[in-house]
């Protein structure tokens, strides 16, 4: 089956630097990959989705010169979470998607956390 | 909005008997709704996809349905198992070029042996 793979799972940064998360397609291409925030015991939120060689699009109230977004090839996108505060500690999930697909496979998720 | 409400409660029930989840959804009924399991500190993992035009849905003892006159899908784990044990979430999705669901908060579930 598809599977997604997501690095770190878990980074722990002070406040003010900058944490860079992976998330690759391991045996399919991605055209489009989507990243998610989750809070606890809340649903997953949407902040954007990047195909692959274009920029992403954010969804509304997400600051794009925070989360860098950069799909560069078609199994790897990058998050980077720049200036961390701790009110960014969440669990970011990305997924992803094939061309002619219409079923998102999730990675694992990686646990931010900014003291 | 579009909104996917799921019950906040955990789901207790004894090992063997029937799970039943709902999600209940807002306005126009969507054209897919998705039933995904999520274990703590994972990613979700998808369970089952059924249509607007679909009442039911099986895949091993799995159920889901979808009642657009009650604007809901409900979720059925039979002989559940301590193993089912998780958080199960409901997302809607549109039909067209707007495939990206819409989630619901889920539901926790835990069968006790």
């Known amino acids: 089956g598809a599977v997604v793979s997501q690095h770190p799972s878990r980074v722990i940064c002070k406040s003010g630097t900058s944490v860079k998360i992976e998330c690759r397609s391991l045996?399919?291409?991605?055209?489009?990959m989507f990243w998610y925030r989750q809070f606890p015991k809340q649903s997953l939120m949407l902040m954007a989705t990047?195909?692959?060689?274009?920029?992403?699009?954010?969804e509304q109230g997400v600051e794009k010169d925070k989360f860098l977004i950069n799909h560069a090839s078609l199994t790897l996108s990058t998050l980077t979470v720049t200036s961390a505060h701790p009110e960014d500690s969440s669990f970011y999930i990305c997924?992803?998607?094939?061309?002619?697909?219409?079923?998102?496979?999730f990675g694992p998720g990686t646990r931010l956390t900014v003291t | 909005s579009q909104k996917i409400e799921q019950n906040s409660e955990a789901l207790n029930i004894q090992e063997g008997k029937t799970a039943t989840l709902t999600c209940n959804y807002t306005?126009?009924?969507?054209?897919?709704l998705q039933w995904y399991r999520q274990d703590p500190g994972r990613g979700p993992v998808f369970l089952l996809l059924?249509?607007?035009?679909?009442k039911e849905k099986r895949k091993e003892r799995l159920k889901v349905t979808f009642d657009t006159t009650l604007k809901q899908s409900l979720f059925h784990i039979t002989a559940s198992q301590p193993a089912d044990s998780a958080t199960y979430l409901c997302?809607?999705?549109?039909?067209?070029?707007?495939?990206?669901?819409?989630f619901g908060r889920g539901t926790s579930l835990i069968v006790h042996p």
């Open positions: 997302a809607r999705r549109a039909s067209g070029g707007s495939y990206i669901p819409t």
């Open positions: 990047s195909n692959e060689g274009s920029k992403a699009t954010y």
């Open positions: 997924s992803a998607r094939e061309m002619t697909v219409y079923e998102q496979y």
């Open positions: 306005n126009y009924s969507p054209a897919y």
């Open positions: 045996d399919f291409q991605a055209t489009t």
């Open positions: 059924i249509r607007e035009n679909e």
